[in-house]
């Protein structure tokens, strides 16, 4: 599996941002995309994830209100929505994948995008 993500760039403090996150390739019903971040000088953190047959997603605490992942199953496509950001949300955001169950800790996906770049000025 491939995963190509888009939909980073430079906003304003309460403003809002879609990331997406293509995959090519197989993809099974127990496929796992999620996303994850990381700040300068800071280790990586997961953001969310969602499984891809039943829609349950899994989303860090801090950001629930005001992230949401969805996927678009005809378009093999992921997406963060991202709105109300705040400038402690400035970050690489990758996107990630997996098959089985959803893990919070990125040593267990095996697929990687490239990442996008998220600055949230103030």
């Known amino acids: 599996v491939q995963l190509q993500a888009s939909g980073g760039g430079l906003v304003q403090a309460w403003g809002y941002l879609r990331l997406s996150c293509a995959a090519f390739g197989r993809i099974f019903n127990n496929y796992v995309p999620g996303w994850f971040r990381q700040a300068p000088g800071k280790e990586r953190e997961f953001v969310a994830a969602?499984?891809?047959?039943?829609?349950?997603?899994n989303t860090l605490d801090s950001v629930k209100d005001r992230f949401t992942i969805s996927r678009d199953n005809a378009k093999n496509t992921v997406y963060l929505q991202m709105n109300s950001l705040k400038p402690e949300d400035t970050a690489v955001y990758y996107c990630a994948a997996r098959f089985g169950a959803v893990y919070r800790s990125g040593k267990y996906y095996p697929y990687w995008g490239q990442g996008t770049q998220v600055t949230v000025s103030s």
């Open positions: 969602i499984t891809w047959s039943t829609g349950v997603t």
